[in-house]
């Protein structure tokens, strides 16, 4: 079955230590999308990438970093510099332009800091 | 800059009853607008989306929309509720479409919905 998968479901980090959740689609999409949400505030972009070795910031993207060497993985990694990493993310994916494009997204992660 | 508002934090409805979950809009032109679905810790599901064309929009689940123009409003609606359908609800809207730079789509805050037996 084609679809989205994120790992680890739950994660836990200490203060002052980088991390870096998984996400990986077989769905052939070229376009991939890092959200976060926060209880109330919806979903907030972190990071969107719309072919391999590009990407784009979103609206909190201080204190996160991405990379997209191959069409089917979108790994987000955060950073010490992110002084409020408790969240859960959600990673998804399109074809194309989200203006348009339905996205399709994984099951998330949800990381907690000690 | 264009975004979406969904009036109502949490909503409880009996099951078997009817069901309507509000979103309005503020964009120029005529939107593309879309709603996902999210259960409790899991990732959102499309239920519907909207381009063009008949205003009245069918989803998966029996869900369905009425997109209104002279309200800006683009409302959820379910006839009988069931109790998996409990869960949290968001509306969302593409920024205004330029070409460049359009690669986001705004979401509302969401609608948790609760269903009592």
């Known amino acids: 079955d084609g679809g989205i998968t994120q790992s680890p479901k739950y994660l836990f980090r200490k203060e002052g230590q980088n991390v870096t959740l998984s996400c990986e689609q077989n769905?052939?999409?070229?376009?991939m999308y890092w959200y976060r949400q926060d209880p109330g505030q919806g979903l907030r972009l972190i990071y969107y990438?719309?072919?391999?070795?590009?990407?784009q910031k979103g609206d909190i993207a201080e204190g996160y970093s991405v990379s997209r060497e191959k069409k089917e993985s979108f790994p987000l990694t955060v950073t010490s510099a992110q002084k409020n990493p408790t969240a859960f993310y959600l990673c998804?994916?399109?074809?194309?332009?989200?203006?348009?494009?339905?996205?399709?997204f994984g099951p998330g992660t949800r990381l907690t800091v000690l | 800059a264009q975004s979406v508002t969904q009036p109502d934090i949490h909503i409880t409805v009996s099951e078997g009853a009817s069901l309507e979950l509000r979103c309005n809009y503020s964009?120029?032109?005529?939107?593309?607008l879309f709603w996902y679905v999210q259960s409790p810790g899991q990732g959102l599901q499309l239920l519907l989306k909207?381009?063009?064309?008949?205003?009245l929009v069918q989803g998966i689940k029996g869900f369905e929309a009425e997109f209104k123009r002279s309200q800006s409003s683009f409302n959820l609606r379910k006839p009988s509720v069931h109790w998996s359908d409990a869960a949290e609800y968001f509306c969302?809207?593409?920024?205004?479409?330029?070409?460049?730079?359009?690669?986001?789509?705004?979401f509302g805050k969401g609608t948790k919905l609760s269903v009592i037996p």
């Open positions: 769905l052939n999409h070229d376009a």
């Open positions: 909207y381009f063009s064309g008949d205003t």
């Open positions: 964009y120029g032109a005529t939107p593309y």
């Open positions: 990438s719309q072919i391999v070795n590009d990407f």
């Open positions: 998804a994916s399109s074809i194309g332009r989200p203006s348009t494009d339905t996205q399709y």
């Open positions: 969302a809207v593409p920024p205004a479409y330029s070409g460049a730079g359009s690669y986001q789509l705004t």
